[in-house]
């Protein structure tokens, strides 16, 4: 009952400037409000500012969420959106969901993090002095969110996916994607046929609510543990096939390219772990007293076993005290009293598999996945 009453006709009328404007202005790419306490702006993306007065817990509100956007945000009506699902890999032809459709279908909620191929792409420049492309986010493109919606192996059995299907390609509704005076047409990026149908969700609800327009709606994929790209927002249409897929988005881009990788790039597909304390960067602390450093550590495989701290450039390091319930990312605590001078902050996680962070991120030219060991700069007076 409580999802008709919140989805109805008369809600869907009471909400109209949510539900049905389908304009956006040409030099706001991003709807919501972005407070520079809270957030920084990269051109058509926001960053969540991990030294906001209005720290976040365990789940992030969507007014906090980090949003990227390769064009600018749609506005869709719920009413006339509609899923196609298409392909040779279907038996009897192609199949379309409506949002009546979604909501009537069996839904499950989960808590996931998702995270930007990119985040921490500016450490290797300021941190181990390499140039990389795109945008230059530090640790806040990532947020973990409670997500509810249908598993996305519901609606491909119902549309009749065949044995034989190798791969599904998921894309947006948002506006396409040009560069360098080249159309790349819509966002899409293919899933393994394995994959979409293990634990990826169709998602119309975050956090309780209707999907924001900023993070996907009417609905997005959630792929847990997979790089930001996979979670395909404004979905629009899936393709099922029995051959391999291919788009910009796995031959171009989000691969791996450099010296020490192929010619023709490593495709990247998980995340790996990554660790941020909360606190400003160069904050400065009163020396000689007591102080709790407040972070939190991730990692694509599914959990954190373990966090350890230095506060003195490496010398030594402390094991750091679990805090809130470990879903989507671990938060955690360490007391320091800090000497007067200038000091370096390093945390470091390791995951359920016993993969750490490393002192330094191989390099790749795009900036992929810095999951090195983050040096963050206070002072104490």
Same mark, same amino acid.
């Given at each position: 009952?409580?999802?008709?009453?919140?989805?109805?006709?008369?809600?869907? /009328?009471?909400? &109209?400037?949510?539900?049905?404007?389908?304009?956006?202005?040409?030099?706001?790419? #991003?709807?919501?409000?972005?407070?520079?306490?809270?957030?920084? +702006?990269?051109?058509? %993306?926001?960053?969540?500012?991990?030294?906001?007065?209005?720290?976040?817990? &365990?789940?992030?509100?969507?007014?906090?969420?980090?949003?990227?956007?390769?064009? /600018?945000?749609?506005?869709? &009506?719920?009413?006339?959106?509609?899923?196609?699902?298409?392909?040779?890999?279907?038996?009897?032809?192609?199949?379309?969901?409506?949002?009546?459709?979604?909501?009537?279908?069996?839904?499950?909620?989960?808590?996931?993090?998702?995270?930007?191929?990119? %985040? @921490?792409?500016?450490?290797?420049?300021?941190?181990? @002095?390499?140039?990389?492309?795109?945008?230059?986010?530090?640790?806040?493109?990532?947020? +973990?969110?409670?997500?509810?919606?249908?598993?996305?192996?519901?609606?491909?059995?119902?549309?009749?996916?065949?044995?034989?299907?190798?791969?599904?390609?998921?894309?947006?509704?948002?506006?396409?994607?040009?560069?360098?005076?080249?159309?790349?047409?819509?966002?899409?990026?293919?899933?393994?046929?394995?994959?979409?149908?293990?634990?990826?969700?169709?998602?119309?609800?975050?956090?309780?609510? =209707?999907?924001?327009?900023?993070?996907?709606?009417?609905?997005?994929?959630?792929?847990?543990?997979?790089?930001? #790209?996979?979670?395909?927002?404004?979905?629009?249409?899936?393709?099922?096939?029995?051959?391999?897929?291919?788009?910009?988005?796995?031959?171009? *881009?989000?691969?791996?390219?450099?010296?020490?990788? =192929?010619?023709?790039?490593?495709?990247?597909?998980?995340?790996?772990?990554?660790?941020?304390?909360?606190?400003?960067?160069?904050?400065?602390?009163? /020396?000689?007293?007591?102080?709790?450093?407040?972070?939190?550590?991730?990692? @694509?495989?599914?959990?954190?076993?373990?966090?350890? +701290?230095?506060?003195?450039?490496?010398?030594?390091?402390? $094991?750091?005290?679990?805090?809130?319930?470990?879903?989507?990312?671990?938060?955690?605590?360490? $007391?320091?009293?800090?000497?007067?001078?200038?000091?370096?902050?390093?945390?470091?996680?390791?995951?359920?598999?016993?993969?750490?962070?490393?002192?330094?991120?191989?390099?790749?030219?795009?900036? *992929?996945?810095?999951? /090195?060991?983050?040096?963050?700069?206070?002072?104490?007076?």
């Amino acid at each position: 009952m409580r999802r008709r009453a919140l989805f109805g006709p008369a809600a869907v /009328a009471a909400t &109209d400037p949510l539900w049905t404007r389908t304009a956006f202005a040409a030099d706001n790419a #991003i709807v919501k409000p972005l407070p520079p306490e809270n957030f920084t +702006v990269l051109g058509t %993306n926001a960053e969540m500012r991990w030294d906001s007065p209005e720290p976040v817990g &365990d789940i992030v509100p969507a007014s906090r969420f980090f949003v990227h956007n390769h064009t /600018a945000t749609p506005r869709l &009506d719920a009413r006339t959106w509609r899923l196609s699902i298409v392909g040779d890999g279907l038996r009897g032809g192609p199949d379309t969901v409506t949002y009546d459709d979604l909501l009537r279908l069996p839904s499950q909620t989960r808590v996931e993090a998702i995270e930007c191929a990119g %985040n @921490g792409r500016a450490f290797f420049t300021s941190q181990q @002095g390499q140039a990389v492309e795109g945008t230059a986010w530090r640790l806040g493109g990532i947020g +973990v969110a409670r997500w509810r919606g249908v598993p996305l192996s519901v609606l491909l059995h119902r549309a009749g996916i065949t044995r034989d299907a190798v791969d599904v390609l998921p894309e947006g509704l948002d506006d396409d994607y040009v560069t360098g005076g080249v159309n790349l047409g819509r966002v899409r990026r293919p899933l393994p046929v394995h994959k979409a149908l293990d634990d990826v969700l169709v998602a119309y609800e975050m956090n309780g609510e =209707p999907l924001p327009p900023d993070h996907g709606f009417p609905a997005r994929l959630v792929v847990p543990g997979w790089i930001g #790209i996979a979670n395909i927002k404004w979905l629009g249409r899936i393709e099922v096939s029995r051959s391999p897929l291919r788009s910009p988005w796995n031959t171009e *881009y989000y691969r791996l390219y450099g010296p020490d990788h =192929p010619a023709d790039g490593q495709l990247i597909t998980r995340q790996n772990t990554k660790s941020a304390f909360e606190l400003p960067w160069g904050a400065t602390l009163e /020396a000689g007293r007591d102080h709790v450093l407040r972070g939190r550590s991730w990692s @694509g495989t599914g959990g954190v076993s373990r966090v350890e +701290v230095s506060t003195d450039d490496g010398r030594t390091w402390r $094991r750091a005290s679990f805090v809130g319930s470990g879903r989507g990312w671990q938060r955690w605590t360490v $007391r320091w009293r800090p000497g007067p001078g200038e000091h370096v902050l390093l945390a470091r996680a390791v995951d359920r598999h016993g993969v750490g962070q490393p002192e330094a991120e191989p390099y790749n030219t795009q900036g *992929y996945l810095f999951g /090195a060991v983050v040096r963050h700069p206070v002072s104490a007076w």
